[in-house]
């Protein structure tokens, strides 16, 4: 099975390029269905994900060819409307093609999706809001068949700023007769990214980055070639990495300006961090200091990196408290933390961590993608040899962990 390996206690100093973003380029490929013919995406990661979301869109009929990290995909014909039940389950994002497919197709046939286990994830805010489009949605043993033979601009709120609830109605929205009003959607970097790539194809996009979007539909959505951005989580976890053990880095697409509650809580703990454009550059020495940190939607404190924290703050000096906002599941890190010696105790949705000097190496599990990234740092910073295994969730996300933190000096190995 897929394990890591890493030697600790050696501080960090190189440069790196950040991959580009996960959950951008998903949402970006499922956009690519609306337009009856080739749409290239640059700077696309070569992740699991990414594979994952190409084998989808191949068995829709689309063509899809990724080299080096152009990926070109050609949905000139969609010849099946059903997502397969695997890949389906394989991947939460899986559930975006909903919106897409109805965009395109007026009709779809979706399982319900799969991916970390971080909560329980329902998916009632997108049923509901592609219902508002004109989606009539039944589940018919296990798979849900949607159709709209009339796809129109509504008024949607969502009771949450769910990012692929906002993602899904942008979808359909964009291919719908009319104007969408949707109230209460998430804000997220890679939100705003598909309005942009959906602006671009022809649809009108009012309101990006704010939580009021107006979309206006286009009947013919055209060609367009895309940059996927630099992935925040990424640099907020290469980041991470430094400040665990000490050095310096340079990190280049780096999306600074996605990062600001991130890089304040940075600061406050101790590292000095510089910006100068999409470069990144992070110097830290001694011990990170305590602080406490609540997640939230977009721009609050990524929950995608809540669990690198937990890392950073179970080597602090003093106590910290971390409060996990939006998802109820997402400290399944801290067993595997304990097991390398962190100080970690957890009440409901807030953990309480007191830091010590050091954690040391242990056999620790990745229980999903980014608390197994989180356990690659502790790891760094941790005495003798940490092992870690099932490490496919990490690589998932991660188009070359090991490399990029082997570029910063880390002594860290896939294991043969
Ligand atoms: C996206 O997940 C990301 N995934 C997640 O990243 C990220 O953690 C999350 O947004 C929050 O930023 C992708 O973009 C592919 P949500 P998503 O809908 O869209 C509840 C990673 O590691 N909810 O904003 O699934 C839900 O249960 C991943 O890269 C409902 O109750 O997140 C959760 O508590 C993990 N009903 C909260 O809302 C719904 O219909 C936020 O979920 C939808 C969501």
């Given at each position: 099975m897929s394990a890591i390996l890493v030697q600790g206690y050696h501080s960090l100093k190189g440069e790196l390029k950040i991959q580009g973003s996960k959950n951008a380029a998903l949402p970006m490929m499922a956009a690519a269905?609306?337009?009856k013919g080739t749409t290239v995406l640059r700077h696309?990661?070569?992740i699991q994900d990414v594979y994952c979301m190409m084998g989808i869109l191949e068995s829709m009929g689309c063509v899809c060819d990724l080299r080096d990290h152009v990926l070109t995909i050609d949905?000139?014909?969609?010849?099946?409307i059903r997502i397969p039940k695997e890949g389906g389950k394989?991947?939460?994002?899986?559930?975006?093609l909903l919106g897409a497919l109805l965009g395109r197709c007026r009709e779809a046939f979706v399982h319900y999706p799969g991916g970390?286990?971080?909560?329980?994830?329902?998916i009632d805010m997108h049923l509901e809001a592609l219902s508002r489009l004109g989606a009539e949605i039944r589940e018919e043993e296990g798979v849900l068949h949607a159709l709209a033979p009339r796809l129109e601009g509504n008024h949607i709120h969502l009771p949450f700023p769910s990012v692929g609830a906002t993602e899904n109605v942008l979808l359909a929205a964009a291919a719908a007769r009319g104007t969408t009003v949707l109230t209460g959607a998430a804000r997220e970097p890679e939100v705003e990214e598909l309005c942009r790539m959906l602006e671009a194809m022809g649809a009108g996009i009012r309101g990006?980055?704010?939580s009021r979007l107006e979309i206006r539909g286009t009947d013919n959505p055209g060609s367009v070639v895309r940059d996927v951005p630099g992935d925040r989580i990424v640099t907020g976890t290469c980041l991470s990495a430094v400040m665990a053990c000490g050095g310096e880095a340079v990190l280049r697409r780096s999306s600074p300006g996605h990062l600001e509650c991130v890089i304040g809580t940075m600061k406050k703990m101790g590292a000095r961090i510089k910006v100068r454009e999409d470069v990144l550059e992070i110097r830290m020495s001694g011990r990170p200091k305590a602080v406490s940190v609540e997640t939230g939607p977009?721009?609050?404190?990524p929950t995608d990196l809540q669990s690198v924290f937990m890392v950073l703050m179970a080597l602090s000096e003093g106590t910290g408290y971390l409060k996990e906002?939006?998802?109820?599941?997402?400290?399944?890190?801290a067993k595997e933390l304990h097991k390398m010696g962190a100080a970690i105790i957890i009440e409901g949705d807030e953990a309480c961590i007191t830091g010590r000097p050091g954690l040391r190496g242990a056999q620790v599990q990745a229980r999903d993608l980014r608390g197994g990234a989180a356990l690659a740092v502790a790891g760094l910073a941790a005495e003798g040899e940490t092992r870690i295994t099932d490490c496919h969730h990490i690589f998932r996300g991660y188009e070359d962990l090991c490399g990029d933190l082997q570029s910063l000096g880390a002594v860290i190995r896939r294991e043969k």
């Amino acid at each position: 099975m897929s394990a890591i390996l890493v030697q600790g206690y050696h501080s960090l100093k190189g440069e790196l390029k950040i991959q580009g973003s996960k959950n951008a380029a998903l949402p970006m490929m499922a956009a690519a269905l609306l337009h009856k013919g080739t749409t290239v995406l640059r700077h696309v990661p070569r992740i699991q994900d990414v594979y994952c979301m190409m084998g989808i869109l191949e068995s829709m009929g689309c063509v899809c060819d990724l080299r080096d990290h152009v990926l070109t995909i050609d949905a000139g014909e969609v010849t099946d409307i059903r997502i397969p039940k695997e890949g389906g389950k394989a991947m939460r994002s899986s559930i975006v093609l909903l919106g897409a497919l109805l965009g395109r197709c007026r009709e779809a046939f979706v399982h319900y999706p799969g991916g970390c286990s971080i909560g329980s994830r329902p998916i009632d805010m997108h049923l509901e809001a592609l219902s508002r489009l004109g989606a009539e949605i039944r589940e018919e043993e296990g798979v849900l068949h949607a159709l709209a033979p009339r796809l129109e601009g509504n008024h949607i709120h969502l009771p949450f700023p769910s990012v692929g609830a906002t993602e899904n109605v942008l979808l359909a929205a964009a291919a719908a007769r009319g104007t969408t009003v949707l109230t209460g959607a998430a804000r997220e970097p890679e939100v705003e990214e598909l309005c942009r790539m959906l602006e671009a194809m022809g649809a009108g996009i009012r309101g990006l980055g704010t939580s009021r979007l107006e979309i206006r539909g286009t009947d013919n959505p055209g060609s367009v070639v895309r940059d996927v951005p630099g992935d925040r989580i990424v640099t907020g976890t290469c980041l991470s990495a430094v400040m665990a053990c000490g050095g310096e880095a340079v990190l280049r697409r780096s999306s600074p300006g996605h990062l600001e509650c991130v890089i304040g809580t940075m600061k406050k703990m101790g590292a000095r961090i510089k910006v100068r454009e999409d470069v990144l550059e992070i110097r830290m020495s001694g011990r990170p200091k305590a602080v406490s940190v609540e997640t939230g939607p977009y721009p609050g404190f990524p929950t995608d990196l809540q669990s690198v924290f937990m890392v950073l703050m179970a080597l602090s000096e003093g106590t910290g408290y971390l409060k996990e906002t939006v998802f109820e599941a997402r400290f399944a890190t801290a067993k595997e933390l304990h097991k390398m010696g962190a100080a970690i105790i957890i009440e409901g949705d807030e953990a309480c961590i007191t830091g010590r000097p050091g954690l040391r190496g242990a056999q620790v599990q990745a229980r999903d993608l980014r608390g197994g990234a989180a356990l690659a740092v502790a790891g760094l910073a941790a005495e003798g040899e940490t092992r870690i295994t099932d490490c496919h969730h990490i690589f998932r996300g991660y188009e070359d962990l090991c490399g990029d933190l082997q570029s910063l000096g880390a002594v860290i190995r896939r294991e043969k």
